[in-house]
């Protein structure tokens, strides 16, 4: 359609790009001068065709930012808004979630979230407890260990056990667990961990776990969340959850490749964890059973 100057009526006018104003741009506002009267003139896209184009302008300018160097920080950006704007809201959800299904649901398998002997002997007082479960220890003990936790102490088939040794942090202890449980069924873990290390483990859980349809029981021991009983309960620094929450958020957009290199063992490290030998009894100096509350 021709383009009239609004001034003079001359059809002689001519596109005029204005690099300085770009919200002109993204509310669809496009600049012309008349090539008769020399005016300068806006006309906004419904103007021109008769319907808005603003949400096409959005997408095009999105293209061109992601496009270019600036695609990680706006990335990065967008996740602490998103985080920021909709993650307290979105975290109280799935906590009410997961109370209505653990509430309804029987558990299907037990996890011990990696820290050290104590919790892997709370996880076999578990399996005995629930003989029908698996049990899943993420970035725990070695083979040699874990089968005298659970078949020579306690009599439970190694069957029933799975290890995992790549994921080295909560965070990521919690991604291997949703592939390892898989999709497409109702999930219900019974989650072992320290109640120092609760408070980080079940914001995280929320978004990582409940994100992905599982619901979770937290299975606590005494402790500080160290694998040095000595030390006193620490809790988790807010500062530390919010980040591992970032990059929790992160990871249900775009997947492992957000989270950093040093939450997982390399390959090699991870069979060298798996095939470490048994210095003597690896349970000496632990409990034979373990003050264990299970938080229903």
């Known amino acids: 359609m021709a383009v009239e100057c609004p001034n003079c009526g001359s059809v002689r006018v001519y596109y005029r790009r204005r690099r300085a104003k770009p919200l002109a741009v993204l509310f669809g506002q496009t600049a012309f001068r008349c090539k008769d009267c020399k005016k300068k003139f806006d006309l906004s896209n419904s103007e021109l065709t008769g319907k808005s ?3 096409w302008r959005l997408q095009a300018m999105a293209g061109s930012l992601l496009g270019g160097p600036l695609w990680r920080p706006v990335l990065l950006v967008g996740i602490v808004l998103l985080a920021v704007a909709a993650g307290p809201r979105y975290l ?20 011990v979230l990696g820290g050290g002997v104590k919790r892997e002997i709370a996880a076999a007082q578990l399996a005995r407890r629930y003989p029908g479960l698996p049990v899943l220890v993420l970035g725990g003990s070695s083979q040699a260990c874990l089968e005298r936790i659970f ?19 909560t965070l990521t202890n919690l991604t291997a667990l949703t592939a390892l449980l ?8 019974l989650l072992v961990t320290d109640r120092g290390n609760w408070e980080r483990a079940r914001t995280l859980a929320n978004l990582v776990l409940g994100g992905n349809g599982i619901a979770f029981v937290p299975a606590l021991i005494a402790g500080s969340g160290s694998i040095n009983d000595n030390t006193p309960l620490r809790g988790e620094s807010e500062q530390k959850t919010l980040l591992q929450s970032l990059l929790a958020l992160g990871w249900l957009l775009v997947g492992d490749a957000v989270l950093p290199e040093r939450m997982n063992n390399p390959p090699a490290r991870a069979a060298q964890l798996e095939k470490l030998p048994e210095s003597g009894a690896c349970t000496d100096g632990y409990p034979a059973y373990v003050d264990l509350a299970v938080l229903e």
């Open 53 to 55: 184009l603003t949400g």
């Open 92 to 111: 109280r959800w799935q906590e009410a979630q997961r109370l209505q299904q653990s509430q309804t649901e029987p558990p299907t398998a037990i996890a």
């Open 151 to 169: 078949a020579l102490e306690r009599g439970i088939p190694m069957n029933r056990v799975m290890a995992e040794y790549r994921s080295a942090a």
């Open 182 to 189: 898989g999709q497409g069924k109702a999930q219900k873990v």
